[in-house]
């Protein structure tokens, strides 16, 4: 009865049009007047609790970084670089949409973020080559989606404070699923293109080549700063925030010295609108979690999932089936927030490593933002590139097959990302 509540007046609160927050906290209140506890009190200081943490604050100076990457010349760097290595092969534009894909992945950790980047900068060169829309669409779509999977991360840590989960060894687990999920895209491209009639970029010279090194060497250097410094310890994924903000700054003023005072004034404010948004949620979504708990939520699922716990990968399956389903319908942080505290009991309780899960979770949730009905991400890429929506639908279609592919295998075989992140892990 209690869940039926919980996911009721939820349900309702969305369906109504009000911000998931807003029905977080809907959610929450309907739970305390159920089991008659309500109070002011309880509510806020709940709220101020959930955002005061100190690994959230490495999600504004993230975004700090991401949007001074974006206008401080690094990404543009990126995309040169790209150019220049694979842009002379067949579908070559394609390839070097997944290359950039990866590699400003490790720079932002934000898929809106990454999309935006890529649709602006990559899709006008894609059009004018005579590329097919839908599929250059769908590429640049699920390639922006890698985002949230590699380091930094702001889903990853999300995921780690909703679950108690390190977030240290998520993103250092992250590496490996998303270098397989750019593997993946270069594999359905190659397999989508090898039939078609495409211009070919004319082929590097050698001097370009280095040239481009040379140019993109200082944006290349900031995800290994950023890894390196996290894996030896020299700094914990909150104080990476800072040093990924200070750093993009740096570069962006003294050797690409595109970023000015006017320029910075905007980042800042852009970047903390969506901060108070991002905390906004994660407050209310932790008032939600404390009331989960107190109403014992997460016993009541256990029971129900109780003849999977025995079987870890058909608890995975039906897990991840699950979370697809919601994925389809509501953003990737709100989808986080509400379900990683009902399930990671349950996922600790039938022995699934905790980091293996929330990989997996992130994974699955970002290929929901490009999955209709709802598709946030593709509503970024039809927006910014104004190409209709069922166009792009269609050009995802075969990308998201190939994710869900690689989803099974890693259900499967979780080795596949157990084994290399304990590598890179130490462990």
């Known amino acids: 009865?209690?869940?039926?509540?919980?996911?009721?007046?939820?349900?309702?609160?969305?369906?109504?049009?009000?911000?998931?927050?807003?029905?977080?906290?809907?959610?929450?209140?309907?739970?305390?007047?159920y089991m008659d506890m309500f109070s002011a009190d309880i509510l806020a200081q709940s709220l101020i609790n959930g955002?005061?943490?100190?690994?959230?604050?490495?999600?504004?100076?993230?975004?700090?970084?991401?949007?001074?990457?974006?206008?401080?010349?690094?990404?543009?760097?990126?995309?040169?670089?790209?150019v220049t290595m694979v842009g002379h092969r067949k579908?070559?534009?394609?390839?070097?949409?997944?290359?950039?894909?990866?590699?400003?992945?490790?720079?932002?950790?934000?898929?809106?973020?990454d999309l935006a980047a890529l649709v602006s900068i990559i899709y006008p060169m894609m059009k004018s080559?005579?590329?097919?829309?839908?599929?250059?669409?769908?590429?640049?779509?699920?390639?922006?989606?890698?985002?949230?999977?590699?380091?930094?991360?702001?889903?990853?840590?999300?995921?780690?404070?909703?679950?108690?989960?390190?977030?240290?060894?998520?993103?250092?687990?992250?590496?490996?699923?998303?270098?397989?999920?750019?593997?993946?895209?270069?594999?359905?491209?190659?397999l989508l293109m090898r039939n078609e009639d495409l211009e070919i970029l004319p082929k590097a010279t050698p001097a370009e080549k280095r040239a481009a090194l040379r140019d993109g060497f200082w944006a290349l250097l900031l995800p290994v700063i950023i890894i390196g410094g996290i894996r030896f310890g020299v700094f914990t994924p909150t104080e990476a925030a800072v040093v990924a903000a200070v750093y993009a700054i740096l570069i962006s003023v003294f050797i690409y010295r595109e970023l000015t005072w006017g320029i910075f004034f905007n980042v800042l404010i852009s970047a903390g609108r969506s901060t108070a948004m991002v905390m906004?949620?994660?407050?209310?979504?932790?008032?939600?979690?404390?009331?989960?708990?107190?109403?014992?939520?997460?016993?009541?699922?256990?029971?129900?999932?109780?003849?999977?716990?025995?079987?870890?990968?058909?608890?995975?399956?039906?897990?991840?089936?699950?979370?697809?389903?919601?994925?389809?319908?509501?953003?990737?942080?709100?989808t986080v927030l509400i379900l990683v505290p009902l399930m990671i009991p349950i996922v600790r309780e039938a022995g699934i490593d905790e980091v293996y899960f929330g990989l997996m979770f992130v994974i699955n949730t970002?290929?929901?933002?490009?999955?209709?009905?709802?598709?946030n991400g593709l509503n970024v890429v039809c927006g910014i590139s104004r190409v209709p929506m069922s166009q792009a639908v269609r050009g995802t279609a075969p990308f998201i097959f190939a994710y869900l592919l690689l989803l099974g295998l890693f259900i499967v075989f979780p080795s596949l990302i157990i084994v290399p992140m304990r590598f890179f892990i130490g462990a």
């Open 1 to 33: 009865m209690i869940l039926a509540i919980f996911l009721g007046v939820l349900m309702v609160g969305i369906l109504l049009g009000l911000p998931v927050a807003f029905s977080l906290l809907l959610s929450a209140m309907a739970l305390m007047l």
């Open 51 to 82: 955002v005061n943490s100190f690994p959230l604050l490495a999600i504004p100076f993230f975004l700090v970084a991401g949007e001074v990457m974006a206008v401080g010349g690094l990404s543009k760097r990126i995309v040169r670089m790209a």
């Open 91 to 113: 579908g070559g534009l394609g390839y070097v949409a997944i290359f950039t894909a990866v590699l400003i992945a490790g720079l932002s950790g934000s898929a809106v973020a």
């Open 129 to 190: 080559a005579g590329y097919p829309l839908g599929r250059s669409m769908g590429l640049l779509a699920s390639g922006g989606i890698i985002a949230p999977v590699i380091p930094p991360s702001l889903p990853l840590i999300l995921i780690g404070v909703a679950g108690g989960i390190s977030i240290k060894d998520l993103f250092l687990g992250g590496i490996a699923p998303g270098l397989m999920m750019g593997a993946t895209l270069i594999f359905m491209w190659w």
């Open 280 to 334: 906004f949620l994660v407050g209310c979504a932790m008032v939600a979690a404390y009331l989960i708990t107190i109403a014992q939520l997460p016993q009541q699922l256990a029971e129900l999932l109780s003849p999977l716990i025995d079987r870890p990968r058909l608890l995975m399956l039906v897990i991840m089936i699950f979370v697809l389903m919601i994925g389809m319908v509501m953003d990737l942080a709100p």
């Open 366 to 375: 970002s290929i929901g933002l490009i999955t209709p009905p709802v598709g």
